[in-house]
């Protein structure tokens, strides 16, 4: 057992360890989409500040900075400045519970490659990521505009619509791996079908994946189901009054989002940071990152893919998509599963 | 450890529910009641109830009081307008409250036993929740599973525009 | 350690705020958010003595309380809506089409 002191070392420092990563993963994951949807529209993308646009990013965050902060003179002044606050600190709060690999030991210290290893981790990214509608809602309704108005409202209305068929497509990996805790669920997804198969959920629940998918895309508010900033209707939604660090720390939450949908969805479903160890001990304790890593890329690289092909949804294709097709779909694959679960045991 | 986190977080919720009551827009007694439920979450939590904790937050902090949000962004709700009460309400009614709770507080602290509860003093894993929800209390879940869809109809039909107002164009 | 009183007296002075809400408040949805503060204070004295009896029945009887909340609250706000509809206000007051 740990002291106390030497517990809140550690945790300090991973937390430290992992904003940092975060913020320069969410950091590039915007210069990839640039670079990838440019490429899809037959452009370069950034390509003048550094190789390959690489320091693009480091450009932006100065420029946010350093831009004047308008704050026009009709807004709800207390929730307007709160509200990107509150989007940004949901976004960034739920990599604490999102274990990135398995224990490791440095200088005789055994430790965990996780901020909190909590056995009920899954209830806390959902209850985190539901918080996070409130920066949205309040932006809309405090910027005191007709666009951002409609826009939180949409927004609000959409996160809670798609987050019952989101909870109820986990729920399906719940009952095969029967645990909450994140680390648990991927241990359960060691080992083959038959020899070849790796043991992921996928294989089992791929209805289930693809209702996750779909309900996360709206729950982010990403393309096809950006309605709430659909910029042809509503010039930009939400953040329409927003400028500077706080439209910044908008666009941080938002692909925040994006990178915690991805690492619950390789840990759920393509079982984590399961994959071949070889060579020496140093690369066996880096290769299970590096794998959990590569998902997480795989799935920001669709999530942009899909931004550069499918065209937006109307609003009410979108509220009849969630509450018609998806959540039937998930309650079916729900009940199938328990069945099956139920003969087999 | 566990006494003074017990009053941050008791403290935090009665701030919340006193800035409930004082606050005039009804988006700040949404936000204040938000407030609450995240600080009683953690209340639980020091009990040892992590489960309710969790849904607490899930259920209560992101589900209801989002609803109550949107209604309140929906239906553009301003500032209250205030009505007059009774005097004899306000010269009687805080010392007779102050005094009432005041007697409740000193009952509970003489008489309810000199048991103290350590931190995390009942876990409540969704495990066991889970299995005494599924076996012992069975024939409730199942009536509270048709409350809710009772609750939904009716919502529906509530809120839904009526066909004279012209809600529907096709 | 922390005393049960300190836990119950906590729920009270929630319940008390919802109650003093519920009648002062003359905004209706700020009277349903009194009556889920009520609910939230109640829910607390319950996971209190579920601790204190060491009896899970306690929390399990919360998640009752929490699922018949949120219907309420999906029926209340519906209500409300239709209220505005046709009166077009939100003050209790104002809705008294019964009253002689």
């Given amino acids: 057992m740990l002291s106390i002191e030497s517990f809140v070392a550690i945790s300090l420092i991973k937390t430290v360890i992992a904003l940092f990563v975060l913020l320069t993963a969410v950091a590039y994951t915007v210069w990839l989409e640039r670079k990838v949807v440019g490429h899809m529209q037959n452009r370069w993308g950034p390509t003048r500040v550094g190789p390959f646009g690489l320091l693009q990013p480091l450009a932006d965050g100065v420029k946010f900075m350093f831009k004047e902060d308008l704050i026009p003179p009709h807004v709800y002044k207390p929730l307007y400045m709160a509200a990107p606050m509150l989007a940004v600190v949901f976004a960034l709060t739920s990599i604490a519970v999102i274990p990135v690999g398995n224990s490791i030991s440095i200088g005789g210290i055994q430790t965990s490659l996780q901020i909190a290893d909590v056995n009920i981790g899954l209830l806390i990214i959902l209850g985190v990521t539901s918080l996070g509608v409130y920066g949205v809602a309040l932006a809309g309704w405090s910027s005191n505009s007709k666009y951002s108005l409609l826009g939180g409202l949409r927004a609000s209305a959409q996160m809670v619509s798609y987050e019952i068929a989101l909870g109820l497509s986990l729920v399906g990996v719940l009952i095969l791996s029967g645990s909450l805790s994140l680390r648990e669920i991927v241990d359960a997804q060691s080992g083959t079908y038959w020899g070849v198969l790796p043991r992921w959920n996928i294989f089992p629940q791929f209805i289930a994946f693809f209702i996750y998918l779909m309900a996360a895309y709206a729950e982010t508010n990403r393309i096809p189901f950006d309605l709430p900033e659909a910029e042809t209707e509503l010039v930009a939604g939400y953040h329409t009054e927003y400028s500077a660090m706080k439209f910044a720390m908008f666009f941080m939450a938002e692909y925040a989002n994006m990178i915690t949908v991805a690492c619950v969805a390789s840990l759920l479903f393509l079982g984590g940071w399961h994959g071949p160890r070889f060579g020496p001990p140093l690369l066996q304790a880096i290769l299970p990152v590096f794998w959990f890593a590569l998902r997480i890329f795989g799935f920001l690289f669709v999530y942009i893919w899909i931004r550069g092909t499918l065209p937006r949804f109307r609003y009410d294709q979108l509220m009849a998509f969630g509450w018609k097709f998806l959540l039937p779909l998930a309650i079916a694959n729900l009940v199938v599963t328990a069945l099956v679960v139920a003969i087999q045991s | 450890m566990h006494l003074i986190l017990f009053l941050a977080f008791g403290a935090v919720c009665v701030a919340g529910a006193v800035n409930l009551l004082v606050q005039k827009h009804p988006i700040n007694s949404a936000l204040s009641l938000v407030v609450v439920m995240g600080s009683l979450a953690a209340e639980y939590l020091l009990l040892g109830a992590e489960f309710v904790a969790a849904v607490q937050v899930i259920v209560y902090a992101g589900a209801v009081m989002v609803l109550f949000v949107f209604v309140i962004m929906l239906l553009n709700a301003g500032e209250e307008e205030e009505t007059k009460g009774s005097r004899v309400a306000m010269i009687f009614g805080i010392p007779g409250m102050l005094v009432g709770s005041l007697l409740i507080a000193w009952v509970l602290i003489e008489h309810s036993g000199n048991k103290s509860l350590a931190a995390g003093a009942l876990p409540g894993p969704p495990k066991t929740i889970g299995w005494l929800l599924f076996h012992d209390y069975l024939l409730p879940f199942e009536v509270t599973s048709v409350l809710v869809l009772i609750a939904i109809m009716g919502a529906v039909v509530l809120a839904a525009a009526p066909a004279s107002a012209g809600g529907r164009k096709d | ?100």
Avoid: H
């Avoid at chain 3, 060491?54 to 018949?68: D, E, H, I, N």
């Fill in chain 3, 1 to 100: 350690m922390v005393p049960v009183s300190y836990y119950l007296i906590l729920s009270g002075i929630l319940f008390a705020c919802g109650v003093t809400g519920f009648l002062i408040k003359r905004n209706i949805i700020t009277i349903f958010m009194s009556i889920e503060l009520m609910l939230n204070g109640v829910n607390l004295s319950f996971v209190a003595f579920a601790a204190e009896w060491k009896a899970l029945s306690g929390q399990v009887f919360v998640f009752f309380v929490m699922v018949v909340a949120a219907a309420e609250a999906a029926v209340g706000l519906a209500i409300i809506i239709a209220v505005y509809r046709t009166r077009e206000t939100l003050n209790v007051d104002q809705v008294n089409l019964l009253k002689l």
